[in-house]
């Protein structure tokens, strides 16, 4: 009888065990499975974060009333845009010609062109082989030279500036990615779209 009893217990305990063991390997296999997730949502917002810092950043709270969109006196002077170069504002009544440019463009006379639906491309360097490379980006550019500037800009702490509309890049180094990502997001979009011929 005694024998039966240890034998019956000893096959309770047996069950015993090999439920806590199928418990556990449950357990394992759930924090392993909440591992996997939490990792995966780490690295999918990770990549998210770059996309997003990637992109354009427009200026805030860009003006759409009579200030933002005042014509003023060709050669008159406006001193209350936000940034260097500027991206919105106050503008003459007449833009740059599209295309290459070698001398600076007046601030006043850029934001028309922004107004226009350009994208401006300036630079604050000597260095000759930068300067050809954005200009070589800008011709190879489809309807050249419809809403496109290269210019240089002395007044600015950037090497390169990219500016449309409310809106604009800085770089260092020559980024084409960059620089073609702001042209096809902002090249044609101002509030005063003009037609434009592009050459042949």
Known sequence: MARHQR???AARRAVQR???????????????????ISSGTIGALIIISFTITSLPTPVTNVPTGEEAMAIIPEGQRY??????????????????AWGVRTEDIPDERQVRNLAEGGVLIQ???????????????????????CYLIVAP???MEATIAVTAWGAMETMDVYDEEQL???VDTFRGTGPELVSCAPLG
Do not use: C, K, M, V
């Open 7 to 9: 034998r019956s217990q």
């Open 153 to 155: 800009f002395e007044r």
């Open 180 to 182: 073609q990502e702001f």
């Open 18 to 36: 090999e439920e806590r063991r199928s418990r556990n390997q449950a357990r394992g296999r759930g924090r392993r499975w909440l591992y996997w």
């Open 79 to 96: 001193l209350g845009y936000t940034s260097s170069p500027p991206t919105y504002g106050p503008h003459w009544p007449t833009g740059a």
């Open 123 to 145: 630079y604050n360097t000597d260095n000759q082989g930068l300067i050809d490379q954005l200009e070589q980006f800008a011709l190879r550019q489809s309807d050249f030279p």
